[in-house]
Nanobody
């Protein structure tokens, strides 16, 4: 299974970006998907997660609530992160994450994407 993230870039404060991450390979099902980020010199931290249940449940870091929105397309095994009103402190490498099941009743195994860089600078 591979997770391919895209959409990062260099933007100014207040601008928006939309990150996407597509999972491919031998996938029976995906449970929780999410985004994490790691700023220079800091530990990786959770940004947002979304479950697979009908009426998916979302969870956000306090620092991004009201600015970021996570969504997913289950048919395409894709998760998105809409980032609005970006701030300098949002600068980081963003990693997508997914709990993937390879076969019916199999365990969910965690997978990480390669990361996409977001730089917010004036």
């Amino acid at each position: 299974v591979q997770l391919q993230a895209s959409g990062g870039g260099l933007v100014q404060p207040g601008w928006s970006l939309r990150l996407s991450c597509a999972a491919s390979g031998s996938i029976f099902g995906i449970n929780t998907m999410g985004w994490y980020r790691q700023a220079p010199g800091k530990q990786r931290e959770l940004v947002a997660t979304i479950t697979s249940a009908s009426g998916s449940s979302t969870n956000y870091a306090d620092s991004v609530k009201g600015r970021f929105t996570i969504s997913r397309d289950n048919a395409k095994n894709t998760v998105h992160l809409q980032m609005n009103n970006l701030k300098h402190e949002d600068t980081a490498v963003y990693y997508c994450n997914a709990d993937v099941r390879y076969y019916s009743l199999g365990p969910y195994l965690q997978h990480w994407g390669q990361g996409t860089e977001v730089t917010v600078s004036s």
